[in-house]
């Protein structure tokens, strides 16, 4: 089955406490991204990778950072969590770019204390 | 900055009424346009993408006006099925970057 996939699913983790958020795609998409949803704020996006080894900044990269080894996998790093940080976070894949259909993962709830 | 902006709504419905959501983008430079649908906590998914020549699926419509950067979707005959929120998103690329923005979404609720 083509899907997205994100690790964990629900996450409760303390300030400054390093994190990883896993994001798996089976379906050889190049573009790979990361978004944060907020009430009353929509979705953001916080990082994007074009294909391997490219990575570029969204709307609200701030304290997060990623990367991209493998096509497949896109995971989200937290060096060192803060409240603000707490929100719903969602990967997505598309074939080629933003001009395409982007599949999303289920999300991943992260609360930061 | 970028922006796309929706009516938040909700929009309260009737089963079987017509209901609109409009959409306005600040980029000009804009190139490809999409509704997502949002069930609650849960993931988007694809509506449909949006052409200029406007296109249609079932019992929806949606327009792109490129000129005014507006873009909207038509919902007939309203199910309950069709509760949910509405994303209009917008890609543009520039300076180097590729990125999609998407509106806060309009809640739609379709009552009995």
């Known amino acids: 089955e083509a899907q997205v996939t994100q690790n964990p699913r629900y996450l409760i983790t303390v300030t400054g406490k390093k994190l990883t958020v896993t994001c798996s795609q089976n379906?050889?998409?190049?573009?790979m991204s990361w978004y944060r949803q907020d009430p009353g704020l929509g979705l953001r996006q916080i990082y994007y990778?074009?294909?391997?080894?490219?990575?570029d900044k969204g709307d609200v990269p701030e304290g997060y950072k990623v990367s991209r080894k493998e096509k497949r996998n896109f995971p989200l790093i937290l060096e060192s969590p803060s409240p603000n940080q707490t929100s719903l976070y969602f990967c997505?894949?598309?074939?080629?770019?933003?001009?395409?259909?982007?599949?999303f993962g289920p999300g991943t709830r992260l609360t930061v204390l | 900055r970028k922006e796309v902006e929706q009516d938040p709504g909700p929009f309260n419905v009737p089963e079987g009424a017509t209901v609109a959501f409009n959409c306005t983008y600040s980029?000009?430079?804009?190139?490809?346009f999409f509704w997502y649908r949002q069930d609650c906590r849960k993931e988007p998914k694809l509506l449909m993408s949006v052409y200029s020549s406007g296109n249609e699926d079932g019992r929806f419509t949606a327009q792109l006006n490129r000129a005014s950067q507006y873009i909207s979707l038509l919902i007939r005959d309203s199910k309950l099925s069709d509760s949910a929120t509405y994303l209009c998103?917008?890609?543009?690329?520039?300076?180097?970057?590729?990125?999609?923005?998407f509106g806060k979404g309009t809640k739609l609720s379709v009552i009995p």
């Open positions: 379906m050889n998409h190049e573009y």
């Open positions: 980029n000009s430079a804009s190139q490809s």
């Open positions: 998103v917008v890609g543009a690329s520039g300076a180097g970057s590729y990125q999609l923005t």
């Open positions: 997505a894949s598309s074939r080629v770019g933003f001009t395409d259909t982007q599949y």
């Open positions: 990778s074009m294909n391997v080894e490219v990575t």
